[in-house]
């Protein structure tokens, strides 16, 4: 069963980074040049920065998802490491979301709050 999972965490890792190249190549790009994007907050900036952050959100929780399949494959899985990765996560998420949307989208405050009372369990 180990060299399963840490198949599994191969191609998380794998679909998360070709997710986000070939989505940033093929799709976000492509939709960028639309003259028609809505305006939120007075522009299309804040509708590309959203949807662009969003889109590699997704990458983040693969790769989060890896790490627990590591875990798993080193028999390691725990309650305070699965607290740890999902920190990780949404620490990650948090800051990338605050970046991105300069502040501006809600999601940040909410990921923060998640992350740190993940690392609080992690260590506890």
């Known amino acids: 069963m180990q ?3 840490f198949l599994a ?3 998380c890792f794998a679909i998360g980074l070709a997710h986000s190249i070939l989505g940033e190549r093929y799709i976000l790009m492509r939709l ?3 003259t028609d994007l809505p305006k ?3 522009g299309t900036e804040f509708t590309i920065r959203t949807l662009r952050f969003a889109w590699h959100l997704t990458t983040i929780a693969w790769w989060g998802a ?9 028999e390691r899985l725990t309650s305070a490491s699965a607290a740890g990765v999902l920190a990780g996560v949404f620490l ?3 800051v990338v979301t605050l970046i991105a949307s300069r502040g501006r989208h809600f999601a ?3 990921f ?5 009372i993940a690392l609080y369990g992690a260590q506890h």
Do not use: K, Q
């Open 32 to 34: 960028f040049r639309r």
């Open 40 to 42: 939120l907050f007075g």
């Open 66 to 74: 890896a790490g627990l399949f590591c875990y798993m494959a080193r």
């Open 112 to 116: 923060l709050i998640i992350g740190v």
């Open 9 to 11: 965490a191969g191609l």
């Open 92 to 94: 990650t998420s948090a």
């Open 108 to 110: 940040w405050p909410i």
């Open 3 to 5: 060299s399963l999972y």
